[in-house]
DNA sequence: GCCGTTTTCGGCCCGACTGTTTTCAGTCG
């Protein structure tokens, strides 16, 4: 899919029009192409092959144009064009914090920086104080954007960032004058990768929670600390930002700063059409150049006034936008407490830190009925692939464990190998053991697309595979997804009643709220798992329900939220 | 550059913080 690359391009264009002092409006048109290009569930290209590019929402005439030059011939000639004006290493210097397009104009035109190093060297030099509104604040700032921007902040994943989050808001509570508190942002929303932490607090001493926030001993550095918003690094450069609010504008700052971007757009022009305006203050009725309050102390009161049902945090993103502002009902959600078992879980048998029996007792303490252990098999050595003797072995302590247990049942199940020619581990006959059998990618993640593809659906075809485990293999800010055809994956799962893992190890969030989304519309169900290699791991079960809300899944499009009999059943109907 | 239940022109989301000014521009979310 050609998506990324054009939607990329599309932002590029936007950026350097931005820098050569084009009007916001006609930059903004190309971010907003970008972003719902970027959205998009389908192929751009196959979408251009049918002649329905104008119903991306933002595409006109002018961009349209300019994604058919790309799509046949590889390149944009506007953007070519544009890059003779505006050098495309100016990019890199909007990208530095305090530094905008604004910024970035003025360097070139004065001073002909190009690059960041250009930029360094003139911040150092003490050129940049010759230029209008620069004095050594804003050279201090800018220098240490640049070393910023040169350690590389990465996006954390959902994991660290509720770790980090709880232990602030933990903080944060034992202050007398704080009253509600919650995160919000992208966190709140269930983002499989967080950039950086956004807390909301109701008081009525906005000062105080601030003077106590900013000097948090995790605190490393104060980059902002104002009455009603402050900004810290923490020292492992995590970025928390605090808002500080009175009772009657939290619900509305909760709204506003939960987000998406895209998502308060919306609202906002709803509310304009309504004669009414909407912002982190609350809801409000104009007539005449008069506003008057309408609501803003809860979510749910804003959502009202406006004629809106509240939608769970974890559905406000722009790929759901659509169904979102439908006018139609919007679907009772999972829930964590749907979930009654698991079916990927590793012990002892293979890589796990812990027996059967402590994982089936952790299991139970969670308030599951049944757990599937379902170790790797023998291929993938590093593992410790349980071999078809131990496999005997592991039956038999699982056929004594549920001879004891009441109201609980252990299943056999398996990690199968799914190897690097689209051949599965353990022959037909031992298949036929498994209660359950869960096939994995773990190896020729390079291979070409179409031999990827092909492992996947060779394996999903197999009549003793239930379900596929982390479908794309990645690893969040270390390991790439391998390439495949996530159509074509699609198709073969729900033709042939296999379900889709979503892995809830936080390192993985495998697949992502964007193909869940995505392939529960090509009728594909769902089997959420933690991959737990250790007893404490099972409790990363809540993030893969977040991916899974956050893909618009009920309890019905998810397998481990029946009990063992219904779940035995539906595993059968292959 | 896009878009339309006040439509084909004239709008386009809203506000805080910082650093520079002395009323505001730029950046950020």
């Known amino acids: 899919m050609k998506n990324k690359e054009v939607a990329e391009l599309l932002n590029r264009m936007g950026d350097l029009l931005q820098i050569k002092g084009e009007i916001v409006f006609k930059t903004r048109a190309y971010h907003k192409a970008a972003e719902n290009i970027e959205a998009l569930g389908e192929d751009i290209a196959e979408?251009?092959?049918?002649?329905?590019?104008?119903?991306?929402?933002?595409?006109g005439a002018a961009i349209q144009a300019k994604i058919q030059e790309y799509l046949a011939k590889g390149k944009m000639t506007a953007?070519?064009?544009?890059?003779?004006?505006?050098?495309?290493?100016?990019?890199?210097?909007?990208?530095?914090?305090?530094?905008?397009?604004?910024?970035?104009?003025?360097?070139?035109?004065?001073?002909?920086?190009?690059?960041?190093?250009?930029?360094?060297?003139?911040?150092?030099?003490?050129?940049?104080?010759?230029?209008?509104?620069?004095?050594?604040?804003?050279?201090?700032?800018?220098?240490?954007g640049i070393q910023i921007v040169a350690q590389g902040q990465e996006r954390m994943n959902l994991g660290k960032a509720t770790d980090v989050a709880e232990e602030i808001i933990a903080l944060l509570k034992a202050i007398p004058e704080v009253r509600r508190i919650s995160p919000a942002g992208s966190l709140r929303r269930g983002m499989e990768t967080i950039g950086d932490i956004d807390i909301l607090v109701e008081s009525g001493h906005p000062l105080k929670v601030m003077d106590a926030f900013?000097?948090?001993?995790?605190?490393?550095?104060?980059?902002?600390?104002?009455?009603?918003?402050?900004?810290?690094?923490?020292?492992?450069?995590?970025?928390?930002?605090?808002?500080?609010?009175?009772?009657k504008s939290y619900g509305a700052a909760l709204l506003y700063f939960t987000g998406s971007k895209s998502f308060n757009i919306n609202l906002r022009q709803i509310a304009i059409k309504n004669n009414m305006k909407i912002s982190e203050y609350g809801v409000f009725a104009v007539t005449n150049d008069k506003e008057k309050y309408l609501a803003g102390k809860t979510e749910e009161e804003c959502f009202a006034v406006l004629g809106l049902a509240c939608p769970p945090p974890e559905l406000r993103e722009e790929f759901g936008e659509e169904e979102l502002f439908s006018g139609k009902k919007i679907p009772k959600i999972v829930e964590l407490k749907d979930i009654q078992g698991e079916l990927h879980v590793h012990s002892t048998y293979s890589d796990g830190r812990h027996s059967i029996a402590q994982m089936v007792e952790a299991a139970r303490r969670r308030g599951y009925s049944y757990l599937a252990i379902s170790d790797h098999s023998p291929k993938l050595r590093v593992a410790g692939g349980v071999s078809v003797a131990d496999l005997k072995k592991k039956k038999k302590e699982i056929d004594n464990l549920n001879s004891r247990l009441k109201g609980f049942r252990v299943l056999l199940g398996t990690e199968l190998e799914i190897d690097t020619e689209g051949n599965l581990d353990y022959n037909d006959t031992i298949l036929k053991w498994f209660d359950i059998v869960v096939a994995s990618i773990h190896s020729g993640f390079n291979q070409p697309p179409d031999q990827l593809t092909k492992r996947l659906v060779n394996a999903i075809e197999h009549p003793c595979?239930?379900?596929?485990?982390?479908?794309?293999?990645?690893?969040?800010?270390?390991?790439?997804?391998?390439?495949?055809?996530?159509?074509?994956?699609?198709?073969?799962?729900?033709?042939?009643?296999?379900?889709?893992?979503i892995n809830a190890f936080p390192l993985r969030l495998d697949l992502n709220s964007h193909h869940v989304y995505y392939a529960r519309r090509q009728g594909v169900k769902f089997a959420i798992n933690t991959d737990a290699h250790h007893i404490d791991h099972l409790a990363y079960m809540k993030y893969g329900v977040t991916i899974a809300r956050r893909g618009w899944l009920t309890a019905e499009d998810v397998l481990n939220t029946r009990n063992v009999t219904e779940l035995l059943k539906m595993l059968k109907k292959k």
């Open 47 to 59: 979408l251009e092959a049918q002649g329905r590019l104008s119903e991306i929402p933002g595409v």
């Open 79 to 144: 953007y070519e064009e544009l890059t003779k004006e505006v050098p495309e290493t100016l990019l890199d210097i909007v990208n530095i914090p305090t530094v905008g397009p604004q910024k970035a104009k003025l360097f070139y035109e004065k001073l002909n920086v190009k690059t960041m190093e250009d930029l360094r060297r003139a911040a150092e030099a003490g050129k940049l104080l010759t230029l209008p509104g620069i004095k050594e604040k804003t050279v201090e700032n800018i220098l240490k």
């Open 214 to 247: 900013v000097n948090f001993p995790q605190v490393k550095k104060v980059n902002a600390h104002g009455e009603t918003k402050s900004s810290i690094l923490t020292k492992d450069n995590v970025q928390v930002d605090l808002r500080v609010v009175d009772a």
């Open 465 to 501: 595979v239930n379900i596929i485990g982390h479908p794309t293999g990645v690893h969040l800010g270390k390991r790439e997804p391998y390439q495949f055809d996530f159509n074509k994956v699609c198709q073969a799962a729900a033709e042939h009643n296999v379900f889709l893992e």
